[in-house]
């Protein structure tokens, strides 16, 4: 009926609240627990029990598992706060550390040959790609720049042993000259007369002393020889391997950088290699145009063994700062051996060719290639050569080269930025 007052759609729920169980279900509530929860050394009727935790409490673990799960209880704290924790951890990693040093150590020379070769590939690496920009195949450009290396060692080797050789022989057939000489000297008549040196020295002779250190300076020469031979014969096998592989093994070390980043660290590590490379190709070239003009000039004034000391003068010239010198002293002191006027002539000689090639030479040979100041380059071999001897001091100037090109190129910029 319209006139009964309720409206349309509305009953007998409009005007009695609903009933649990009749029309809509209100949900259950739970009763908020009165009072604080357990400790886990209270039990939950609040007796306190130390010391006992329970078991059959509703508790979840470290990695959500009811507490009901664990026949044993719970998981205690992790360790990593512990201090004894702490300590071991601390005391592993020295340890570590420690015997990482010590294979490193071990590992020394091994290491050590692996620089010298990669060193020599990056620089025979240049004359391989001029090579190659003149339609040769890789691998032959590599047959022609290793085969050329490896004739070099054998022309110094020809030139340098037989001389040797003769002097040795000669000494050992002149001997006893020498020995009747310093005999009839009045000198060494007198001493000997007062402290019969020379009975003693032939007791000591026939006694065997002599024979026992003689057979071992022989196995320990023999030893140094073994030794120097395998080390060259290892330098030239990973020397030939990292010119073959240089390319790859530069693409493989480029991939572990991050891609947003290795356009320019390939950038950087391809301007390095180029300044590494073409420091050894302009310092072999500066060798060679000494030995070649050391050679011509011993010839002109007829120097026993011109060719060996050339070669010896060439070699070490490689050697930064003080290799120039050591190849004048002995090529000065052979002449002089000859006539003091050779002689004078040798040391005025080295004089005037060492202010050229300081002045003249090696910066047309170098200005393209490495550009080092005065100052980086006589730190650089001098740090070098303390820590690696004369490997150290070849490296150090290419090094310094690339820390100053990083720094000029990185760190230098990151520090205007900030």
């Known amino acids: 009926m319209s006139d009964s007052g309720l409206s349309p759609g509305s009953g007998i729920s409009s005007v009695f609240p609903s009933l649990p169980g009749q029309g809509e279900t209100t949900p259950e509530t739970t009763p908020e627990p009165t009072g604080s929860p357990a400790t886990p050394d209270q039990s939950p009727d609040g007796v306190s029990r130390p010391g006992v935790d329970r078991v059959d409490r509703v508790d979840h673990g470290a990695d959500g ?32 550390a420690w015997l990482l040093v010590q294979a490193i150590a071990s590992a020394g020379s091994a290491l050590v040959l ?3 070769s990669l060193f020599l590939a990056i620089g025979l690496n240049p004359a391989v790609e001029a090579l190659q920009r003149r339609n040769l195949s890789r691998r032959l450009a590599i047959t022609i720049v290793f085969g050329s290396a490896i004739a070099f060692f054998v022309v110094f080797g020809l030139a340098v042993v037989p001389p040797l050789t003769e002097q040795t022989t000669g000494f050992a057939r002149q001997l006893p000259d020498y020995v009747q000489q310093l005999q009839n000297h009045p000198l060494i008549r007198s001493v000997d007369e007062r402290y019969q040196i020379l009975d003693k020295i032939q007791q000591y002779v026939a006694g065997g002393g002599l024979a026992t250190q003689m057979f071992g300076g022989l196995l320990g020469v023999a030893s140094i020889v073994i030794s120097a031979l ?3 014969f290892t330098v030239l096998v990973l020397t030939l391997y990292f010119l073959g ?6 693409e493989t070390a480029y991939r572990f950088v991050p891609r947003s980043r290795r356009t320019r660290v390939r950038l950087l590590g391809d301007e390095i290699i180029n300044q590494i490379g073409g ?40 050697i930064p700062l003080v290799g120039a010198v050591i190849g004048a002293v002995v090529a000065s002191g052979v002449g002089f051996l000859s006539s003091v006027q050779v002689g004078i002539a040798c040391v005025i000689f080295f004089v005037v060719y060492q202010q050229v090639e300081n002045y003249w030479i090696s910066p047309k040979v170098f200005k393209s290639s490495v550009d080092v100041p005065p100052v980086a380059t006589i730190v650089g071999a001098l740090l070098g050569g303390a820590l690696l001897g004369i490997v150290g001091a070849l490296l150090g100037i290419p090094l310094a080269a690339a820390l100053l090109l990083l720094a000029r190129e990185v760190v230098l910029p990151r520090q205007d930025r900030l």
């Not at 592989?245 to 530069?250: A, P, Y």
């Not at 302009?282 to 000391?309: D, E, R, W």
């Open 230 to 232: 395998f080390s060259a």
């Open 114 to 116: 692996i620089v010298i």
């Open 279 to 318: 420091y050894v190709a302009g310092n072999l070239i500066i060798s060679l145009i000494a030995g070649v003009v050391t050679f011509l000039f011993l010839a002109m004034l007829k120097v026993p063994y011109a060719l060996a000391l050339a070669i010896f003068v060439a070699v070490t010239d490689l």
């Open 245 to 250: 592989s240089l390319n790859s093994i530069k």
């Open 65 to 96: 598992a009811m507490a009901s799960d664990r026949p044993f209880g719970l998981p205690g704290r992790p360790l990593r706060s512990n201090p004894f924790m702490f300590g071991l951890t601390g005391a592993l990693g020295v340890l570590t």
